[in-house]
């Protein structure tokens, strides 16, 4: 009896292990990403600088260069410390077009930030998978039409693409 319950205790200690495991292929995604990886993916992506303003949303997605943490100058503190090694940037926004539900989705693993009117927005849903070339996470905000930030930290690349569009 004792040896059945060491096997349960033991099975039911590495279930968080199994669980914590993000699922792997395009299509497991919680929601269509046809529109999201094409403008990931797009050859005429705006190449930006971290710490860039822009006027309004891209039509298409945009690659964003990323810098060391320290050396990013992140306007607000990221609400994940980004590990060493790992790269970050921000870019902000002069406005949205209208106030809505919008994707945001990043080519890379990454903490994303959004701050709107001094607060960190949270994501009303988030999918991800891995192996799925061009799209890695997906996440839905509800912006109001004013200025925002977008925080990018804890990715090991210096470079990653994203892309924000109006959520279907």
Not at 30 to 42: C, N, Q
């Amino acid at each position: 009896m004792r040896g059945i319950a060491l096997i349960a205790l033991v099975l039911f200690g590495t279930a968080p292990a199994f669980a914590a495991e993000e699922p792997s292929g395009c299509d497991k995604f919680k929601w269509p990403i046809d529109r999201e990886r094409a403008a990931l993916t797009a050859p005429d992506r705006a190449k930006l600088a971290s710490g860039s303003e822009q006027a309004a949303l891209p039509a298409t997605g945009i690659s964003l260069a990323l810098v060391a943490p320290a050396d990013a100058k992140l306007p607000t503190p990221p609400e994940r410390a980004p590990k060493d090694g790992t790269f970050a940037g921000f870019t902000s926004f002069k406005t949205a077009p209208k106030a809505g539900l919008y994707t945001i989705s990043l080519s890379a693993g990454a903490w994303v930030d959004v701050v709107q009117d001094g607060h960190f927005l949270k994501p009303k849903a988030f999918s991800g998978a891995t192996d799925c070339d061009g799209i890695r996470k997906t996440m839905k905000y509800e912006l109001a039409a004013s200025p925002f930030v977008l925080q990018v930290s804890g990715t090991k690349e210096d470079s990653i693409s994203i892309a924000i569009l109006p959520s279907e």
